[in-house]
């Protein structure tokens, strides 16, 4: 069963850095696209950076100049460094890949690892 486990969330004051990191279990297949999403309370889920084979974007203008999406191919793993955190990142962070599944490429979620940045 493919599974995406996340760690690296937690509670950090502003200014302060964290750095997520989201591991695929279960699959002998290379995630394609990988990315990260986060769910403030009383917000819809946003899109804060996605990286395909090599490219990256980061689609929320909030986090430019301060997060970094990587990912490593021989772990299948991809990592958000998160750097100069605001009260306003606060939110549960969620990794997303998609995977190829028996011969369909399918969309996977993490449970989900709570950032908390304090003022």
């Known amino acids: 069963q493919v599974q995406l486990v996340e760690s690296g969330g937690g509670l950090v004051q502003a200014g302060g850095s964290l750095r997520l990191s989201c591991a695929v279990s279960?699959?002998?297949?290379?995630?394609?696209?990988m990315g990260w999403y986060r769910q403030a309370p009383g917000k819809q889920r946003e899109l804060v950076a996605k990286?395909?084979?090599?490219?990256?974007?980061n689609d929320a203008d909030s986090v430019k100049g301060r997060f970094t999406i990587s990912r490593d191919n021989a772990r299948n793993t991809v990592y958000l460094q998160m750097n100069s955190l605001k009260p306003e990142d606060t939110a549960v962070y969620y990794c997303?890949?998609?995977?190829?599944?028996?011969?369909?490429?399918?969309?996977?979620w993490g449970q989900g690892t709570q950032v908390t940045v304090s003022s």
């Open positions: 279960g699959s002998r297949f290379s995630a394609n696209a």
């Open positions: 990286i395909t084979s090599g490219v990256t974007t």
């Open positions: 997303n890949a998609d995977i190829w599944t028996n011969g369909n490429l399918v969309e996977y």
